[in-house]
Each structure stands twice: as C-alpha cells, then as structure tokens.
C-alpha cells in the first residue's frame, strides 16, 4: 500500500492512501481506533443508569438519540436516581428560570442514592440556587458590555468571543450564562451570525476566534462546517477556539464525521471543561482521543465547586487523567458572581491551596493556571501562592514546594 499526498482537493488537504475505500480513509483521518489498553483501563466506561438498561448500542451511542431522550422533567428524573425533597422543591422552584437538561449518558454517571455525588450536583437543581446575593451580577463578566454587534464581545483588541448558539446538552447548575444559556428565545439566529462573521471580516486587528456558546457543538457538522469555513477564509485569522463541554456531557457527539470536517480548518485547540475524575469514563477518553488524534490542540478549564472538587486530591487525580487523555489542564477558574451559583462557590484560599499541592509536588503539565475573572470585565487575573520571601537589594530570598528558601542574585 503506497501513500501518496495529493493537491488538496476543493479546500481540503488530504493524503489518498491507495488501496483503501473513501470510508477507510476518513476512519484513518480520525486516528487508530485502538486506544493503548493499559490507558483505557483507567477509564471505565459511563454504563447505563436505569431507564436505559435495554436501549440498542446502536441508539446509545448516537449522539442525536441522545440529544432527543434527554431528562428534563421531575417525572424522567425520578426514574434516574432516588430525588430528595430537596431536589424535588429546587426543580420545581427553578425550572422556569434555568431549564434542566440532562443526556442519559451523563444522568448514568450520576450516583442515584447520594444526593452529594458530583456529576448530580452540577446537573440536577439545589435550592441555593434560588438565592440571590447582594453581590451577585447578572453578567458578571461584562460580555453585553463590550458587545459592538449582538453575538460577540470584543474585549481584547486581538481576539473576540463568538456566541453561535446558547444550547447546551446539559444545562449546567453553576453556569456563569445562565442568564441567556438554556433560553431559546435568545438563541443566535442566522442573520445574528452572518453579522457576527462581518464584524470580524471588518476588523483585521483579530487574529483569534473563541467560538462558544451555550455549546457550539450543539450545531450540525454541516453549520459548523459553514462557519468555520468562513473564518477561515479570512486572511487575518489565525486560530480557532472551540469552547465544548461536550466531551464531558455527550461525548458521542466526537464522531469520525466531525473530526474529518475540523481537520479542514486547522489549527482548531478544544478547550473543554472536565471538573471531576469521575467524568473521565471511556467513552470521554475516546472523544478526546479522536480529536487528539485529528490534531486538535485540547486544553481543560475546570471551576472550582464547593462540593465537587474543592479538593486537592481530586484535582490532582482529575489533571493526571486529563494527560493521559492528552488534555492538558489549562486554567482553574474562580467561581464567579453569577446569579444563582454562591453556593458553588469557594474562598480563593481553597484555590491557592490547591495550587500549592500541585506544583512542585506533580508534574508542571499538571499545573493549570487559577484564575479569577475580574468582575465588570477586568480580564482573567492570575492568583498564586508567594513563592517571594522577601527581598534584599540584588538577593531574591525564595521558597520552594517544601518551604526551603533559597536565594537568587540578580546582576
Ligand atoms: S456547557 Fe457551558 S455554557 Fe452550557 S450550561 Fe454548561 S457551563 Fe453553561
């Protein structure tokens, strides 16, 4: 079998491998689909939660059979785990304000006789969420403030994020959008996009494109096709991001189709958002592999969450499974001031102190940046321990992970 690079055909470049049918190739552009096992035996698979015991693979694994059956009311939820009252009075309290939705792949990783499992308390509704405090912000991050066009906010003169959709698989309890998230009245529309798309024709100082959401991923293969095709076409574009949680919340939706469409419109990083090891299943894995294996740089945003990983043993188990799907961990975000999510949040000591456990006593890769978004849009704003003893002249007295100073003389 002789492989041969082509002319690239249309826009796509591609290598034609002789011998081989059009569907063998695109298996092969999509990766070996033989994981390593020694890896793979790291990441049991999701299995199936109770109403979904007799349901064909064939339906199981098809993300749109996935997108139909979602929970989304008390009824179907009853059936998944053992509801508190608790839970009952928060669903019935806050569903008119942020809808449910839950794909029965994500409801199976959810523990149905403990109400304090980590994949149910970002899924299914608690009462704090009812609880508004004085410093809460319906847009904590200022995003309709710096919006010239509807559907971008341009903050950073090089770079803007770009909202295609405010559809979500699972609509998460500590989303900081839950302000137009999970709302189809407020969905972008076409015209919406096609300005979204002017707007960054006309401004040649843009260079990186964040596409989020809700989840773009909600799209079809071929709308998304479309937009990217479109920003790459413009000559000032660099790079693309794509901001999914899909690989934590419908990881069937990585199909060989999809990855075959991103590699057209290269480089493409994935920023995901993992926040517990327990959603690192095998059917996780293979998402993040396929887009690994397509090229796609991915990199892991995780929210700190009282009660799901304000612990610096689960982060750091949760990092070290993220490399080995070849994610790696990114940024550790701050809860923010978002309505409706204080009692997700943590003190910014139990952020320093995760960050403290981790470097020097695991790998740097392992080390994210932890960050809090600065309310009224200040930016991202790194938060570290002090790693300066003090100061003395031209001598640096520092410490290390094990508190042993050490002095450093500058020139
Ligand atoms: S996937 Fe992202 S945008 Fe959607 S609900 Fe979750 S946090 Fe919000």
């Known amino acids: 079998m002789s492989v041969t ?9 591609q290598l034609e491998i002789r011998g081989r049918s059009t569907e063998a190739n695109r298996r092969a552009a999509s990766g070996d689909p033989r994981p390593v096992q020694h890896i793979l035996d790291r990441f049991p698979s999701g299995g199936r939660g109770r109403p979904w015991v007799d349901v064909p693979d064939e339906d199981w694994n098809d993300w749109r059979w996935q997108q139909r059956n979602r929970v989304t ?9 053992d509801l508190t009252e608790e839970e009952r009075n928060a669903f019935e309290e806050s569903h008119a304000r942020f809808h449910m939705a839950i794909t029965p792949y994500y409801a199976s990783l959810m523990d149905p006789e403990d109400p304090n499992c980590p994949i149910r308390l970002q899924s299914v509704p608690k009462m704090g969420e009812l609880l508004v405090l004085p410093t809460d912000l319906e847009d904590p991050l200022a995003e309709e403030r710096d919006m010239p066009v509807p559907g971008i906010t341009h903050r950073y003169p090089d770079r803007v994020l770009f909202y295609i ?20 009245s407020s969905a972008a529309a076409k015209k919406q996009i096609e ?39 413009i000559p000032h574009i660099e790079i693309f991001r ?12 990585i199909t060989d189709d999809f990855v075959y469409m991103l590699r057209k419109h290269h480089p493409v990083y994935v920023n995901t958002h993992f926040n517990h090891p327990k959603e690192l299943t095998e059917e996780a894995f293979e998402a993040c592999r396929k887009l690994a294996d ?15 990983n304000d612990d610096p043993k689960i982060v750091k188990e949760l990092n070290h499974k993220l490399l080995m799907a070849r994610v790696r961990p990114y940024y550790i975000y701050q809860c923010d001031l978002s309505q ?72």
């Not at 690079?5 to 470049?13: E, H, N, R």
């Not at 979500?168 to 189809?184: A, E, G, I």
């Open 5 to 13: 690079p082509t002319k690239p055909d249309g826009d796509l470049v």
């Open 340 to 411: 409706g999510i204080s009692h997700f949040r943590t003190s910014v000591e139990k952020g320093l102190e995760i960050i403290e456990a981790l470097r020097g006593h695991t790998s740097g890769l392992a080390v994210p940046h932890y960050v809090i978004d600065a309310p009224g849009g200040g930016g991202k704003i790194p938060m570290l321990p002090s790693y300066v003893v003090r100061r003395d002249g031209k001598q640096i007295v520092l410490r290390n992970y094990q508190f042993k100073e050490f002095v450093y003389e500058e020139p």
């Open 294 to 308: 397509a090229g796609c740089v991915l990199g892991n945003q995780m929210v700190l969450l009282k009660g799901v």
């Open 242 to 253: 794509l901001g999914t949680r899909n690989l934590v919340t419908l990881p069937q939706r």
């Open 165 to 184: 959709t405010h559809n979500c698989p699972v609509y998460c309890r500590h989303c900081t959008r839950k302000r137009k998230v999970s709302d189809p």
């Open 195 to 233: 300005d979204g798309l002017a707007y960054i024709e006309a401004h040649p100082e843009i260079r990186d494109v964040v596409i989020s959401g809700g989840d773009p991923l909600s799209l079809s293969d071929e709308r998304l096709d479309y937009i990217l095709g479109r920003l790459r076409a």
């Open 73 to 81: 009311t008390l009824e179907e939820l009853e059936k998944v785990i």
